[in-house]
């Protein structure tokens, strides 16, 4: 996350977030939320993942 932080830190305005990674973002790196200026279509995420990763925990938790 710390390129993240840099990048953003020396840019303007740039990134997207859905509601629910903008507050952990904000918390995180020291942002300020603004609504986008134009009108968003709803977009639906979805994860994939190969079987062989069912046991590993860090799939388990974003698919929870």
């Not at 390129?3 to 507050?23: K, M, V, W």
């Amino acid at each position: 996350m710390t390129r993240l932080r840099e990048f953003l830190r020396n840019s303007g305005p740039i990134a997207g977030f859905n509601r629910t990674a903008a507050p952990r973002m904000m918390a995180r790196h020291d942002l300020v939320a603004m609504p986008v200026p134009f009108d968003v279509s709803p977009l639906t995420d979805h994860l994939i993942w190969h079987r062989r990763l069912d046991p590993d925990p860090a799939p388990v938790e974003q698919r929870n």
